[in-house]
Nanobody, 125 residues
Framework: VQLQAFGGGLAQAGGSLRLSCASS????????MGWFRQAPGKEREFVAA????????WYSDSVKGRFTISRDGANRVVHLDMNSLKPEDSAVYYC???????????????????WGRGTQVTVSS
């Protein structure tokens, strides 16, 4: 297993949750790590990403200012801290890793090489 996602669960609107994604040394040290989510009946959408080289981060407009992606080098884990949660944040969340990616393709799921199993996030109103 290259990527293993954990965390998630149930939260009330306005609350917080943390997702984490553990990876191998090879992936963590050289791959861009991202989070996507997929709600029922919808396409998988980009949420956030973090670079392995300089820690640069990118966010979708829908989560900017509320979610924070970060890297924990000691544990080879990428976290997604989700604050001010809204019911529309409810989805299955997936972590992913990409070896070679550009700004233009970062939001495209097909650009990623490895995927973790999804973890459910449910936000009640």
């Amino acid at each position: 297993v290259q990527l293993q996602a954990f965390g998630g669960g149930l939260a009330q609107a306005g609350g917080s949750l943390r997702l984490s994604c553990a990876s191998s040394i090879r992936i963590f040290s050289s791959y861009l790590m991202g989070w996507f989510r997929q709600a029922p009946g919808k396409e998988r959408e980009f949420v956030a990403a973090v670079s392995s080289s300089d820690g640069s981060t990118w966010y979708s407009d829908s989560v900017k200012g509320r979610f924070t992606i970060s890297r924990d080098g000691a544990n080879r884990v990428v976290h997604l801290d989700m604050n001010s949660l809204k019911p529309e944040d409810s989805a299955v969340y997936y972590c992913a890793a990409a070896a070679e990616i550009t700004i233009a393709t970062m939001t495209h799921a097909e650009a990623y090489d490895f995927w973790g199993r999804g973890t459910q996030v449910t936000v009640s109103s």
